[in-house]
């Protein structure tokens, strides 16, 4: 009898702990269905919150393009930093967010895909026989040497210079020869640790030149506010009335002149700028310089690309968007790259 109550009573403990082992895992299984129905919401709702940062974006790009043609509409031949798309950047508040946003003018810097040696080149500044600097070289190319030691980095030289210059040019070009004595091409980056292809083409962005030859961070850094890229595009033409009197080198290499004599200039330039290149040209400051052809045809008075950069916030979503805008004959506003990021 005792035995059989005994056996009784551990079948019920088995029942009982079985009971248990049950409940357990039905709870851990509802508590990991309870986290993952929460983690799916929430991606619903950040989903929701980006898609809304993205279309503030999108309307900020499209209330940008109506600057732009409103400018237009009244100087229709020349750009200059009086206009309205000139502003410093603005905030906006919005639902539950902001937008900010600023335009710049593409034909303020130096465009380094004006580098790119191509007989097909067009829009390009560059002449020919006497009126060109040499039979090798592009102005954009004298500029850009001419920029990077007027901004006096330490250890950059007339060599390295023209070092980073055959670099450039021959990641650009659509040969395989190296260009100069200090040129790199496939050869060059295959051997290393991580090995790669020069692009033998238009750069993408400025912080490409990360993958090139000679290129330091510090140079970088320090040529990165007064170069651009402009997308698939040789264009070498600055508008002298939008160059930015805080990067003065920038003009001082255009006109291979002193840091005081540009200076000069911007100084002179009224807020509305030149009206016209004659008039550019015929100031006092240009013509004490006797600049050449070649130099003067660098420069125009309007400019035809831009880049908008766009930060939105809606909630606790961010969107980060970066457009190249080009304003057409018609005076219509194309846009002709968006690149979604910080930089």
């Given at each position: 009898m005792l035995k059989a109550i005994n056996k009784k009573n551990s079948q019920q403990g088995v029942a009982l702990i079985t009971v248990m082992l049950i409940v357990a895992l039905a709870a851990i299984i509802a508590a990991q269905m309870t986290t993952r129905l929460q983690m799916q919401m929430?991606?619903?709702?950040?989903?929701?919150?980006?898609?809304?940062?993205?279309?503030?974006?999108?309307?900020?790009?499209?209330?940008?393009?109506?600057?732009?043609?409103?400018d237009f509409k009244e100087d229709a031949k020349v750009t200059h930093?009086?206009?309205?798309?000139?502003?410093?950047?603005?905030?906006?508040?919005?639902?539950?967010?902001?937008i900010s946003g600023k335009i710049n003018d593409l034909q303020a810097c130096l465009n380094l895909n004006a580098m790119r040696v191509d007989s097909t080149r067009s829009g390009s500044a560059s002449g020919s026989g006497a009126s060109s600097p040499s039979s090798n070289q592009q102005p954009a190319r004298v500029v850009f040497e001419k920029l990077l030691t007027a901004l006096s980095i330490d250890g950059i030289g007339d060599f390295e210079a023209e070092a980073m210059a055959d670099a450039l040019t021959d990641w650009l070009d659509s040969d395989g020869f190296i260009t100069g004595t200090s040129g790199a091409e496939d050869d060059?980056?295959?051997?290393?640790?991580?090995?790669?292809?020069?692009?033998?083409?238009?750069?993408?962005?400025?912080?490409?030149?990360?993958?090139?030859?000679?290129?330091?961070?510090?140079?970088?850094?320090a040529i990165k506010p007064y170069v651009c890229v402009l997308p698939q595009n040789s264009l070498h033409e600055i508008n002298i009335n939008t160059i930015n009197s805080e990067q003065v080198e920038l003009l001082q290499a255009l006109l291979g002149?002193?840091?005081?004599?540009?200076?000069?200039?911007?100084?002179?330039?009224?807020?509305?700028?030149?009206?016209?290149?004659?008039?550019?040209?015929?100031?006092?400051?240009?013509?004490?310089?006797?600049?050449?052809?070649?130099?003067?045809?660098?420069?125009?008075?309007?400019?035809?690309?831009?880049?908008?950069?766009?930060?939105?916030r809606f909630n606790n979503s961010y969107f980060f968007l970066n457009s190249v805008m080009e304003v057409?004959?018609?005076?219509q506003i194309n846009i002709i790259s968006r690149t979604i990021g910080r930089n």
């Open positions: 929430q991606r619903s709702v950040n989903s929701s919150f980006n898609q809304q940062a993205y279309w503030y974006a999108m309307g900020a790009e499209e209330f940008s393009k109506r600057i732009l043609i409103h930093l009086g206009q309205v798309w000139a502003q410093e950047e603005n905030t906006y508040p919005v639902d539950f967010g902001e060059d980056y295959a051997s290393r640790e991580f090995a790669y292809f020069a692009a033998n083409h238009y750069l993408a962005n400025v912080s490409e030149l990360r993958l090139i030859e000679h290129f330091t961070p510090e140079v970088i850094l002149s002193t840091l005081d004599e540009a200076q000069q200039i911007l100084a002179a330039r009224e807020e509305e700028g030149f009206e016209t290149k004659e008039a550019f040209y015929n100031s006092s400051e240009v013509v004490a310089l006797s600049l050449k052809d070649w130099q003067k045809d660098q420069f125009v008075i309007d400019s035809k690309y831009f880049s908008l950069k766009i930060s939105t057409a004959d018609n005076q």
